[in-house]
């Protein structure tokens, strides 16, 4: 038998409260084909988006850039396409089921889906976060990403901007910013200044009317 441990970031209790960041995987029990197909989609979903990425950071030419944008949304809804079948036949598929990077590339298809899919599966992946078969910050990423796309304000800073006139990065309106990593935390997410450098509490809250009207003025979703 061949059973391993995924854990991410530590196991902690908050209150009452214990979110999931860690698996007991037994590889003899896996579904080895919906595994394999899961992998391949997760394969797909991160090469597209690090080649834009790095076709980003390099400064590549605009016409490339937009290529490589077109070729991740057309990979999307194909992988979205099969991601839906799957849960429709087979319900969702956590980390115990299918091994760590196939059912994380179940998450990041809904995660970079359209709004009305993310919300179609809300409710199922808050349940199965319940159980303990996916992790609490996908969760809280995904809260987050619907929050920003409906105009409302976010909880954990998992969601950020460009602002199109400076080049400066923000993160999304965030609410109580004074318990932001105390949120965080009890989401199995690292500290904001982990996760963003430059991060300064009190400056962010200076900025606050401010990041608010550039997002209102550009229209940044």
Same mark, same amino acid.
């Given at each position: ?8 970031f530590?196991?902690?209790s908050?209150?009452?409260?214990s979110?999931v ?18 992998e ?8 597209v988006?690090?080649?834009?990425s ?8 605009k016409?490339?850039?937009?290529s490589l944008?077109?070729v ?9 396409g099969?991601? *839906?079948?799957?849960?429709k036949?087979k319900g ?16 990041l298809?809904?995660q ?6 993310q919300?179609?599966?809300?409710l199922?992946i808050?349940?199965v976060?319940?159980k303990g078969?996916i992790?609490?910050?996908n969760l ?5 990403r619907i929050?920003v796309?409906?105009?409302k ?5 998992s ?7 400076s080049? *400066? ?5 965030i609410a109580?910013?004074?318990n932001l990593?105390?949120r965080r935390?009890?989401?199995g ?6 996760y963003l450098k430059?991060w300064?509490?009190?400056?962010y809250?200076k900025d606050?009317?401010?990041i608010e009207q ?8």
């Open positions: 038998m061949n059973i391993s441990l995924i854990t991410l530590c196991l902690i908050l209150s009452a409260y979110q960041t860690s698996f007991i995987i037994n590889d003899d029990v896996l579904n080895k084909p919906l595994k394999d197909s899961l391949s989609i997760y394969k797909s979903d991160q090469s988006r690090i080649a834009v790095e076709a980003l950071k390099s400064k590549k030419p016409e490339y850039i937009d944008r077109a991740m949304r057309q990979t999307d809804i194909i992988n979205l099969q991601v *839906k079948k799957i849960i036949e969702w598929q956590s980390p115990q089921m299918v091994g760590m990077n196939a059912a994380q590339g179940l998450f298809v809904i970079h889906a359209d709004l009305q899919t919300l179609e599966y809300l199922m808050q349940e976060e319940k078969e992790l609490s910050s809280a990423i995904l809260e987050d929050n796309r409906q105009g304000i976010q909880f954990y800073g969601q950020v901007f460009i602002d199109r006139l080049g *400066k990065q923000y993160p999304y309106p109580d910013v004074d990593d105390t935390k009890s989401m997410m690292p500290p904001m200044q982990t430059d300064d509490t009190e400056r809250k606050l009317p401010m550039l997002v209102k003025a550009q229209g940044i979703r």
